[in-house]
């Protein structure tokens, strides 16, 4: 039955998942970018996605880097298995589209990202700095980060672990 394999019930396979949120009256825009740059690999005999794209549709969130926050959200998944050829390219491919063409898009900073240091600008600079002085208030021994979060996605001074160009666009 599709339900038991598609959440997972009884088996999780190891895949590469990227999300990228967008405004609600971009969903239509945004899945036919996803279905013409999987037609457009396709064409060239490569199939890098080769488990699921899926959308779900969500309220505002008030969550300081959600990515639904502010605004009622589109999050859209492309799911493939891990180690499948050619993911890093498509990837990349996507989520430049994606900066390019879709206005406010939100790749998803916990879930597979090509370009960690874009993601702070297509947040509120304000929630940003929030969350980012909260991290530190609450967790100031970074336990809950990672080498990829620190100095990738947050950009964190590695002796202070404030930012480590907070004025950047």
């Not at 900073?109 to 960690?116: D, S």
Request: proline share 9%; hydrophobic share 35%; net charge neutral.
């Amino acid at each position: 039955e599709a339900s038991v394999e598609f959440h997972y019930q009884t088996a999780y396979p190891k895949i590469w998942d990227m999300s990228i949120a967008v405004p609600t009256e971009h969903t239509k825009q945004s899945w036919e970018l996803i279905m013409d740059l999987v037609d457009e690999y396709r064409s060239r005999g490569k199939f890098p996605v080769n488990f699921v794209a899926h959308a779900r549709y969500i309220n505002a969130s008030t969550g300081l880097i959600c990515p639904a926050v502010g605004r009622r959200t589109t999050p859209i998944e492309v799911v493939t298995g891990w180690l499948t050829p050619g993911v890093d390219q498509f990837y990349g491919d996507l989520e430049t589209q994606f900066y390019d063409r879709i206005p406010e898009s939100r790749p998803h900073w916990g879930k597979f990202i090509t370009r960690p240091e874009r993601i702070k600008d297509q947040y509120p600079p304000a929630n940003w700095q929030k969350f980012l002085d909260l991290r530190k208030n609450f967790d100031p021994q970074r336990v809950f980060l990672n080498r990829f979060l620190e100095h990738q996605v947050f950009q964190l001074d590695p002796l202070t672990g404030s930012p480590t160009n907070p004025a950047a666009p």
